[in-house]
Every structure is written in C-alpha cells, then in structure tokens.
C-alpha cells in the first residue's frame, strides 16, 4: 500500500507495473546460459551482489515507469539467482551423486521464512530491532541458506 501511495497510481496500474517483475523473471530465463558462461565461476556471486543492490530501489522510485524499470530488474536479477543456483545445485549433484536439489530448496525456504519471520518481528515489537537489526537479519539467514545444506550433507 505504500508504495501504490508513493507512485500515485490506483489498483489496476499498480497490478500493471508488477507485471515489469515477471518480464524480467522471464528474461532471465533466456539470458541466464550467456551470463553464466561470460562471468564463469563468479558469476552466481556477482548477479546475488546486483541483486542485493538493487532490492531497496522499489522502495526508493517516485514515477510509475521507474518503478516498472525497476521491478523489471529486480525480476531478471532474481530469476537469474534461481537459475544459476539450481544450475550449481545440479553441478554439485552429478559430481558428488547424491541428491541435492531438495535440501537446497528446503533451506532457501527456511531462510527465507526466517527472514520474513524476523523483519515481522521487529516491525511489531520496537525492542526486538535492537536485539538483532535488520541488517544483521538477513545475514544470518544467509549464512544458514549458505551452510546448512553442506551440514546436512557432511560436506562442512
């Protein structure tokens, strides 16, 4: 509701420029093969780092068609990091031939539950924002998505 409030937009344009977010999914989809080969190995750390940059601009755009420019790169940016992680994922699995996927896909959902969980958190209790900032939230939830399916697995 804020960010329809900010644009200055009703519903219907509103659900029209979030359209721009899965222009960019579906992009991705077609640039990912070409991305992945131009950056190599780095490549999967490189797109998370844009895609971590650019999370905070939606909030941030003023005009409708900055906001849909932007949510059509946080889009691509995001399938890109679904594509490239399960392509790793697969890497992983036919070089130590065992079944991977589900442990991965798994801990992204536990993360991201804890994040969701934590950001509520501190949106409804004022003191817990001291206890663990935001910042620092999502941190952690990235070092568990990191982690945990290697522990799971006694790769660490």
Not at 42 to 69: E, I, N
Request: charged share 15%; with cysteine.
């Amino acid at each position: 509701p804020d960010l329809k409030a900010g644009l200055g937009v009703n519903d219907a344009m509103f659900g029209l420029l979030l359209l721009a977010n899965g222009t960019g999914l579906v992009t991705a989809m077609w640039a990912a093969p070409y991305i992945d080969r131009w950056l190599g190995a780095r490549s999967l750390q490189a797109v998370v780092a844009l895609f971590a940059l650019l999370l905070p601009l939606p909030g941030l755009v003023g005009t409708p068609w900055a906001f849909a420019a932007v949510m059509a790169c946080v889009g691509f940016f995001s399938g890109l990091c679904d594509i490239l992680m399960n392509a790793r994922v697969s890497e992983l699995e036919a070089s130590h031939r065992r079944p991977l996927m589900n442990s991965s896909h798994g801990m992204f959902s536990v993360a991201y539950a804890a994040a969701a969980f934590w950001t509520g958190r501190g949106n409804l209790d004022p003191r817990f924002d001291h206890e663990l900032p935001i910042s620092r939230r999502g941190s952690v939830c990235a070092d568990v998505s990191r982690f945990a399916p290697a522990l799971s697995h006694g790769w660490a």
